[in-house]
């Protein structure tokens, strides 16, 4: 994965943070994630598809998870409810739309995202797409993003020329 | 002023109507999608301005504006979406919607959003 499809995920993790949490964040080593690394408890997850392709992963400890969505809501929660694995699905959402936005020139779309509980699990990518882990440090917790994203060929405006053509 | 505020996520329903509480608007209403507001839009005139987020199951909000402009409801509509991009603002505001506000936002920028559409209302 290229270093300018990377750098979209890491600028939208900072914004998100300042601008919904007042809080921020701290990148560390990122690296190639082996498929079973990490057993975080909480995953919101949302699939990219368009003129590139992909899964977007934020990857959440529970203690985490509570203090990020009790910060966004201004509530404290004590442990994950339906309120809690909503906001995580939320939050991927805004950290991938707002990622997505900063590709020019292309035509992604998002999934509706989802959340996975527990730790008994394993991410894993059909085909010769790696995830790439973006660990971060915040003072709400430690979390990370882990990415699989693959440009296509075809550009927006490409895409329209074929959707002009009829095809 | 009665604002309805529409998205999927009940995180961000409670984020937003904290935002408009905190802006002095504590008369809200919500829907979980499209087609709940346009049930809510029909059966009652008393919504003075929509918050719409765009993607959402059962009802996206765009197929939503589009309809209740077909309806010939007039109420103003603000899209508050994760999606940035310069095609889907325009595709927003030529669906009907009449502003855009993209996530993430902080508390402030909805309360800015609120000033500029009453100042506009209030012309």
């Keep these: ?167 | 002023m009665q604002v309805l505020v529409v998205d999927d996520s009940q995180i961000m329903r409670r984020i937003v109507i904290g935002a408009l509480n905190k802006a002095g608007i504590s008369d809200t209403l919500d829907a979980p999608d499209g087609r709940e507001a346009i049930k809510i839009l029909s059966e009652k005139n008393t919504v003075n301005l929509v918050l719409m987020d765009w993607n959402m199951p059962n009802m996206t909000g765009i197929e939503a504006i589009r309809e209740i402009r077909a309806k010939n409801i007039k109420v103003p509509i603000i899209m508050v979406t994760t999606e940035g991009e310069k095609e889907k603002v325009i595709e927003a505001i030529k669906s009907g919607a009449n502003d855009y506000l993209v996530k993430p936002f902080s508390p402030k920028d909805i309360q800015l959003k609120l000033e500029k559409f009453l100042k506009s209302e209030g012309q």
């Design chain 1, 1 to 167: 994965m290229k270093a300018e499809n990377i750098n979209p995920f890491i600028q939208s993790i900072s914004e998100v943070f300042e601008s919904m949490l007042d809080s921020k964040v701290a990148v560390k080593d990122l690296h190639l994630s082996a498929a079973d690394e990490g057993h975080p408890d909480i995953i919101g997850l949302i699939g990219l598809s368009g003129t590139a392709k992909g899964i977007v992963a934020l990857k959440l400890p529970v203690p985490t998870a509570l203090a990020i969505i009790g910060k966004m809501v201004g509530t404290g929660f004590k442990s994950v409810d339906s309120s809690v694995i909503d906001g995580v699905g939320e939050l991927v959402n805004i950290v991938a739309g707002n990622a997505k936005a900063k590709f020019e020139g292309q035509s992604i779309s998002l999934s509706l995202p989802t959340v996975v509980r527990g730790s008994i699990y394993r991410l894993q990518n059909l085909g010769e797409m790696v995830w790439l882990s973006l660990p971060f440090e915040s003072e709400l917790g430690e979390f990370s993003l882990e990415v699989s994203f693959k440009q296509m060929s075809t550009t927006k405006q490409e895409v329209a020329h074929a959707s002009a053509c009829g095809r």
